[in-house]
């Protein structure tokens, strides 16, 4: 499967942004499929996860409350909505998938990534 991100951008800090991961080759109804995000300086992070299905979510703390992470398999896409951005939230983010292991926090156990979206909240 190939994965693409989009959707980032400059927000100021209290403001929203939705990315999107686009899925071709193959549907992600296959795929546990997750958003990490790396900040400048900083190893890569779990943000939120979705499982198979769609039916279950999982997310970091600092991000519980705040977003939201969807999966429109007729889409083939995946979404993360992002309100109340913080300064601390300024990364790429990145779309991955998994076929063994939706809802993990670690990155090596995901098979395929998108490029990145960088998303920057000033504050």
């Known amino acids: 499967v190939q994965l693409q991100a989009s959707g980032g951008g400059l927000v100021q800090a209290g403001g929203s942004l939705r990315l999107s991961c686009a899925a071709s080759?193959?549907?992600?109804?296959?795929?546990?499929m997750a958003w990490f995000r790396q900040a400048p300086g900083k190893e890569r992070e779990f943000v939120a996860s979705i499982s198979y299905s769609g039916g279950r979510t999982s997310y970091a703390d600092s991000v519980k409350g705040r977003f939201t992470i969807s999966k429109h398999n007729a889409e083939n896409t995946v979404y993360l909505q992002m309100n109340s951005l913080k300064p601390e939230d300024t990364a790429i983010y990145y779309c991955?998938?998994?076929?063994?292991?939706?809802?993990?926090?670690?990155?090596?156990?995901?098979?395929?990534w998108g490029q990145g979206t960088l998303v920057t909240v000033s504050s």
């Open positions: 991955a998938a998994s076929t063994t292991n939706w809802g993990s926090r670690n990155p090596s156990d995901y098979d395929y």
């Open positions: 080759g193959r549907t992600i109804f296959s795929y546990g």
